[in-house]
């Protein structure tokens, strides 16, 4: 898994940031981190830091001013990876959401099969949550039904947030063009490397809800995610 970074966004993640870290790395010793935190009051920047000094060559600690977006975040850690010979992006959670082991899938549907997204897809062959209450299943199932239908892309999960990227696809979409911070960034990725003509593939994966800590979900969120998505087809639109 040479070339493989894996870009895990953070605020107030202490009961989880070590055993991520851990988890990943246990999984390729070619695999690097970089952790975007939002200077997190719990201090989960400090316990970053303590683990560099196990891992000097391979976690990396990007520390923002304050909490300002998952997709701003996202953003700043594509940039800082596009600035190193990485091949393969993922992002992924840091509250175990997604599960480690999985990695490899995700590396082989672009490694070896060819897809220039690979989606850790939780609705590609039935619902794969674990732990979540049905209301919100059924809000974000129903909220990838949603946004295929206004988008037109077949893909299953529009808001997942555990991929793998190639790296062309991230050099090919201008990244300070996308303008959603929550869900709606993770379907405005999708939609970009859609209309970018890439080859998006997704995999099956279990999702399991946080045990530790706090969702960071919030009905601004959802709000940007539903009519976000209709801003976004318009404006796809327009530029044809």
Same mark, same amino acid.
């Given at each position: ?21 851990? %988890? ?5 010793? !070619?695999?690097? =981190? #970089?952790?975007?935190? !939002? ?11 303590? &683990?560099? +000094? ?6 990396? #600690? ?15 850690? /594509? ?6 010979? *990485?091949?393969?992006? /993922?992002?992924?959670? %840091? ?7 999985? =990695? ?10 060819? %897809? ?25 199932? #129903? ?6 239908? =206004? ?9 997942? $947030?555990?991929?793998? *990227? ?27 490397? *859609?209309?970018?003509? /890439? ?11 946080? =045990?530790?800590?706090?969702?960071? &979900? ?8 539903? /009519? $976000? ?7 796809? &639109?327009?530029? +044809?």
């Amino acid at each position: 898994m040479i070339g493989t970074v894996v870009i895990i966004p953070t605020y107030n993640e202490i009961d989880n940031i070590e055993a991520i870290i851990m %988890a990943v790395f246990s999984q390729s010793d !070619d695999i690097h =981190i #970089l952790i975007v935190d !939002d200077n997190s009051p719990d201090l989960t920047a400090l316990k970053v830091k303590e &683990l560099q +000094k196990k891992f000097t060559k391979r976690l990396f #600690l990007e520390i923002r001013k304050e909490k300002s977006g998952l997709g701003t975040a996202y953003i700043h850690g /594509f940039k800082w990876c596009l600035e190193r010979p *990485y091949k393969y992006l /993922f992002e992924m959670d %840091a509250d175990f959401s997604h599960n480690p082991t999985d =990695i490899i899938k995700l590396y082989n549907a672009c490694h070896t099969d060819g %897809a220039d997204l690979a989606i850790g897809s939780r609705y590609i062959t039935g619902v794969n949550v674990v732990n979540w209450p049905m209301s919100r299943v059924l809000m974000s199932y #129903l909220a990838s039904k949603y946004v295929r239908l =206004i988008t037109g892309m077949k893909v299953h999960d529009t808001t997942a $947030g555990f991929v793998c *990227y190639k790296r062309v696809v991230l050099e090919t979409i201008d990244l300070n063009k996308i303008k959603f911070i929550g869900y709606a960034f993770q379907i405005e990725m999708k939609f970009k490397t *859609y209309l970018k003509k /890439f080859n998006i593939v997704e995999v099956p994966v279990i999702f399991t809800d946080r =045990i530790f800590g706090e969702s960071k &979900l919030s009905s601004g969120i959802i709000s940007e995610a539903i /009519f $976000g998505v209709i801003s976004m087809k318009l404006k796809s &639109l327009l530029k +044809k």
